[in-house]
Structure formats: C-alpha cells, structure tokens
C-alpha cells in the first residue's frame, strides 16, 4: 500500500485545524506552522506519523497526523488527528 500525503494546507482545512486554506496559507506563509519541528510551506507534504505545531497568538497546537482523507464529515475530522 503507497503511503498517503496531502499538502499541509489541504490537510488542515480537512481536519479541521484550520478552518479556511486561505487562512491555513497566511499561517504558513508567516512561519506559524512546524511540521516534525522544521518550519513547514503550505506545500509541504504531510504523512502519517507527523506532528504538526501551529502557533496562535501565545499558544501552540500540536498535532500527530493519524489518518489522511481527501474529505471528511465535520464530526469525523477529528479521527484524522491527535493531540499531543
């Protein structure tokens, strides 16, 4: 089985993250985003396995990727990740 990815933009629209890409882009493009502590692109590619740290203003989410899906219902878009 290949392994899935999807850019983080998408990713974190579909999980409900973030709920906007436009605003998930703007977080990216402003370096607010780290995937496995590197400093993360809209473009980048999330997989599996990876954690996802978003700064908010003083707070930081962190993230671990659990599933990948190209949509998803609103209360099933938390299966996709978990926090850590």
């Known amino acids: 089985m290949e392994e899935k990815t999807m850019r983080l933009d998408k990713y974190l629209k579909v999980s409900r993250l ?12 402003a370096g607010r985003i780290t995937v496995n502590d590197k ?10 396995g990876d954690v ?5 203003g003083n707070k930081e989410v962190r993230a671990q990727v659990t599933d990948i899906r ?15």
């Open 39 to 48: 400093v993360a692109k809209a473009s980048t590619k999330v997989r599996v």
């Open 52 to 56: 996802i740290a978003i700064a908010f």
């Open 18 to 29: 973030i709920k906007r890409r436009t605003v998930a882009n703007e977080a990216a493009d």
């Open 70 to 84: 190209d949509t998803t219902k609103k209360d099933e878009a938390k299966e996709l990740f978990k926090y850590v």
